[in-house]
């Protein structure tokens, strides 16, 4: 289990620095006053990267525990909720806001290009009668990436609160959360952080926390509710035990980005992330997208006759390293190449792009020319 590599599109690649910092000697988290004031430490950094001064949690369970919990916290029984669909997560919040009792309806649109900003616009000036939405960064099974920029701006015009799942591309891809007006922003340890998985990243507007305060029915369940952590800070105390390795592995990995500086991370999974696609395109491959790539993982369609599982599996057999496919309809079509956080580099790129063509060689793929020259050659 121990010596593979892995170049999913998480969880990811980690450095030692950080797996070193996950074996130091801890203190009692519940009662040890100077661990909350390492946690809020811990949690600024993370606002500092994502640029808002809103409350950012690290709550004590991988991605998905963001995604529910702030599901969990908004919805109210028969609350409209706009589910913006481009992707496999993307239509996932469906499941989340109806189990909480609210009503999905869904603004789906191809799998194979960023959420269409026009095409948005239209439907709400028809309907826009929406507690809140939901929408992701990038959307993994794919790799699109929709411009937040534009659609949460435009949902805060109707005064529809909104979540996003950027949990695939925080880190790698821009992200202002006060800019944007992103009142839930959900992020993972295990993605372009490049922390081990286990934690959700959860920062939440004050008009967030206002309609949670003002919700009419109590929260079911209490894992999932924000509101137990509104006051963590001011009463020095957690709402249950928290995994005090955890946190001091992601600090590590925060510091690590910091000292780099979030600006020249991003600028670096552009660079890895261009020169990947292109070099792909060259070599003869197809990217599944049409636009709307996202810097941290890269969606290529494999030709029927070798198959996206034999092409991994050779890859895991003969390499002993861990590449994706995808999810559902896609599982046998694409492969998805991972080149986030730590693997957004340039001598880990180049140790896969070299296992990929000579893979693709072994199962009767004629590529044209070398992966990894044609890399090099768009390396700019
Ligand atoms: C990884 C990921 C999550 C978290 O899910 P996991 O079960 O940890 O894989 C949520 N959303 C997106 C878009 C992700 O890529």
């Not at 799998?111 to 992701?136: M, P, Q, R, W």
């Not at 959700?200 to 309609?211: L, N, R």
Request: glycine share 8%.
């Amino acid at each position: 289990m121990n010596n593979k590599t892995v170049y999913m599109p998480g969880p990811t690649n980690i450095k030692e620095n950080v797996r070193q910092a996950r074996s130091i000697k801890t203190t009692n988290p519940d009662i040890d006053i100077e661990f909350v004031e390492f946690y809020k430490n811990t949690c600024d950094k993370i606002g500092k990267i994502i640029k808002t001064t809103n409350d950012v949690y690290i709550l004590n369970g991988e991605g998905i525990l963001g995604l529910e919990a702030a599901c969990a916290s908004l919805t109210e029984k028969g609350d409209r909720v706009l589910i913006i669909d481009n992707g496999v997560f993307g239509k996932g919040f469906e499941d989340f806001v109806s189990m909480y009792g609210g009503k999905a309806i869904l603004f789906s649109e191809t799998h194979k290009k960023s959420i269409d900003i026009d095409k948005l616009k239209n439907f709400l000036e028809k309907d826009n009668d929406f507690k809140y939405a939901t929408l992701v960064h990038c959307d993994t099974p794919t790799g699109v990436l929709n411009d937040l920029s534009k659609i949460c701006p435009l949902l805060k015009k109707y005064n529809i609160l909104t979540v996003v799942d950027s949990v695939a591309a925080m880190v790698g891809e821009k992200l202002l959360v006060d800019e944007w007006k992103i009142d839930i922003a959900l992020g993972g340890s295990q993605k372009a952080i490049s922390a081990q998985p286990g934690l959700t990243i959860v920062s939440v507007s004050e008009d967030a926390k206002h309609f949670i305060r003002s919700r009419k029915t109590r929260v079911t369940g209490f894992y999932c509710n924000l509101s137990i952590w509104e006051n963590y800070y001011k009463n020095k105390k957690f709402p249950y035990t928290m995994p005090i390795s955890d946190i001091v592995s992601i600090d590590k990995a925060l510091d690590n980005i910091l000292e780099e500086g979030i600006e020249n991370v991003i600028e670096r999974h552009r660079r890895i992330a261009n020169s990947t696609r292109t070099a792909l395109k060259e070599y003869g491959l197809e990217l599944f997208l049409e636009d709307g790539y996202s810097n941290t993982v890269t969606a290529i369609n494999i030709p029927k006759n070798i198959g996206a599982l034999n092409l991994t599996n050779h890859i895991l057999n003969k390499y002993n390293t861990i590449i994706g496919t995808s999810l559902g309809e896609y599982v046998n079509k694409l492969l998805r190449l991972g080149h986030m956080g730590e693997n957004a580099k340039l001598e880990r790129i180049i140790y896969i792009l070299n296992i990929l063509d000579s893979s693709l060689k072994d199962l009767g793929f004629q590529g044209k020319g070398c992966l990894v020259e044609l890399f090099n050659k768009n390396y700019k």
